[in-house]
């Protein structure tokens, strides 16, 4: 999968909807803040908006408290409720976890001796994220667009990336499941990308089928 006579020395991989996915918090929040369930969920989306907006603001410890303390008075305002008890709603209603196919996917390229980084447009939080649902230590590194200060397609960030694998882009294979950032943002890095989705309609249906493809 590298370019014609170089090999193939990283794997870079995105997070959210490629190696995990969230758990729908929407029953959690209800249960917590003593709402119904679509107030729960039009709060929770107007929470994301405004964390995707400000994601990069969340790059050390401090700073991301600060965020997600923002980000509780959103869900409490769109929600009507005590802001005072949003902040401990949201973050017990945050449940992740890692795609069936991604342990066995990592485990198999690694053994292959590929370098295999983490790059997703996440806060500082990832790597503990990450830890918690197992995936950590099958990872070289993790790379995050609020560490970096770019989020993808921003070139930075893979670039950042690269310099984790120790790998020129040519060298490199990225797989996400945005054609937007994951796609087109590797692309234009120099580094070959690959699109899953498991409905069907990219390069793979799950990550299973990575290794492969890389045969």
């Known amino acids: 999968m590298a370019r014609e006579g170089t090999r193939l020395k990283a794997v870079l991989v995105d997070g959210m909807g490629t190696l995990l996915r969230l758990v729908p918090p929407a029953p959690a929040l209800a249960r917590a803040l003593g709402i119904d369930e679509p107030t729960a969920e039009r709060a929770f989306r107007a929470e994301v908006a405004y964390y995707l907006e400000h994601q990069l603001e969340g790059s050390d410890t401090a700073a991301l408290a600060d965020l997600r303390a923002r980000c509780a008075t ?3 305002a769109a929600a009507g409720v005590d802001p005072d008890r949003a902040l401990d709603a949201l973050m017990r209603s945050l449940h992740f976890e890692a795609f069936p196919d991604a342990a066995p996917a990592l ?5 292959r001796g590929l370098r295999l980084v983490a790059v997703s447009n996440w806060d500082c939080s990832l790597p503990d994220v990450l830890e918690r649902i197992g995936l950590r230590g ?19 960030i893979f670039e950042s990336a690269l310099a984790a694998a120790g790998c020129a882009a040519a060298e490199a294979l990225h797989v996400g499941d945005s054609r937007e950032h994951d796609i087109e943002g590797a692309r234009a890095a120099g580094i070959r990308a690959l699109l899953i989705d498991r409905a069907g309609a990219g390069d793979l249906r799950s990550l299973g089928e990575l290794p492969a493809l890389l045969s």
């Open 138 to 156: 099958q990872l070289d590194a993790v790379v995050t667009s609020a560490v970096v200060g770019a989020s993808k397609p921003d070139a930075r």
């Open 107 to 111: 485990a198999e390229l690694r053994s």
């Open 74 to 76: 959103v869900l409490a």
